[in-house]
């Protein structure tokens, strides 16, 4: 039994025990988002391959394997490593393959299914000579977010690396890779819709023209949590790699994957000081617990978070007006209606809603479930 530090509002026993920011989540919520992505892959008939970047919980990814999962994304070789050793056999590390780390790589290689991503011929040739086991390569193509991989306009560079690929004993050819990162600032569904067809489309121009070199039955791979929450009709594409939904956060539920409902995690943060003129509290959270990620409205203002009041099952929706106006290194500030501002007292917890729960939950590397048990996430400094 926690501590009653109450003064203000009455806390939900399920929170007696805070003392810290603490990513706190719903598995009801969490696994409803699960199974519903799951759904739409299986009635669209694509492989569902998860990223797993967002949780990093061997447990989490335990609730994929209800739903039929049998092959993840990893963001990382060291992530890709902790699933491995949790037994994830088929494994996808969604980043250009760092050939620094070639001993990781052929460790995985002999014991997993390891698909790695490549966009340039330096790799592959690097990849050829010193890999020891079967490897699956994919060919990541940029296709509208400029990051990394070849260019769908220039193809020629796709199938160069088909054909240097051909020459390799272990490593054979899966398909084209790529990851929309820029629908993540579309402004709703009809946006992220017409961005999704447009990303197909140069994917499927790119397969065509290595299709017409020689290289057929190459499949598509694509991995958005905004595209494939939203549009119902996923097209031609063969997997699925979204990771975001698992959680979903403020930023996807402004545009429109989601509702505020469907919001997995808060972070419960103690409030630590409070200010009359401005109507404000500071809370014990600051951008190394929920990241300096934030939202900006029409008329300018930034929002680093929502806020919402611990209760019996959770959390309450957020609250009108409210929202964390700053960041610090260790503590933020909380605008808050009069009514709200009036009833805390020091001491009390606050539930923020991240903005991006991939950052948030990295951050505090650790979950604890509405029913009080706790997961573990993964550890580098373990590895």
Request: proline share 4%; aromatic share 6%; glycine share 8%.
């Amino acid at each position: 039994m926690g501590r009653d530090y109450n003064r203000g509002m009455k806390t939900p026993e399920t929170y007696n025990n805070i003392t810290v920011p603490t990513l706190i989540l719903d598995e009801a919520k969490c696994r409803r988002n699960i199974a519903r992505m799951a759904a739409k892959a299986r009635a669209n008939g694509v492989r569902f391959r998860p990223h797993f970047k967002t949780h990093q919980s061997a447990d989490v990814g335990a609730w994929f394997r209800d739903e039929g999962v049998s092959a993840i994304t990893a963001s990382s070789l060291r992530m890709a490593s902790y699933f491995a050793d949790h037994g994830w056999s088929d494994i996808t590390v969604g980043v250009p393959v760092n050939i620094r780390e070639i001993d990781l790589i052929n460790a995985l290689a002999a014991r997993i299914e390891l698909g790695v991503l490549v966009d340039s011929l330096e790799s592959v040739d690097f990849l050829s000579a010193h890999v020891r086991a079967p490897i699956s390569v994919w060919i990541e193509v940029e296709a509208g977010y400029p990051r990394t991989g070849v260019m769908w306009e220039h193809p020629e560079d796709a199938i160069a690396i088909a054909e240097r690929l051909q020459g390799s004993e272990r490593l054979r050819l899966r398909g084209l890779l790529t990851h929309a990162g820029h629908l993540y600032a579309a402004h709703g569904a009809a946006e992220v819709e017409r961005g999704y067809r447009l990303v197909v489309e140069r994917m499927t121009s790119v397969q065509t023209a290595l299709a017409a070199a020689g290289f057929n039955g190459l499949e598509i791979s694509i991995g958005d949590t905004p595209s494939t929450s939203i549009v119902s009709d996923l097209g031609t594409v063969d997997e699925i790699r979204p990771g975001n939904f698992v959680y979903y956060d403020v930023m996807q539920s402004t545009i429109g994957s989601c509702t505020t409902d469907d919001i997995a995690v808060a972070v419960a943060c103690p409030v630590i000081s409070k200010n009359r003129y401005r109507q404000q509290v500071a809370i014990y959270a600051g951008s190394v617990h929920l990241s300096r990620d934030f939202l900006t409205d029409q008329e300018g203002t930034r929002s680093f978070g929502l806020v919402a009041l611990p209760t019996d099952h959770g959390w309450s929706e957020p609250l009108s007006g409210a929202y964390v106006v700053s960041v610090a290194q260790e503590q933020s500030v909380v605008a808050l209606d009069a009514e709200t501002w009036q009833q805390l007292a020091i001491g009390d917890v606050l539930m923020v809603l991240p903005v991006h729960s991939c950052l948030t939950a990295d951050l505090l590397k650790e979950i604890v479930t509405l029913e009080g048990k706790s997961l573990p996430m993964l550890q580098l400094s373990a590895l």
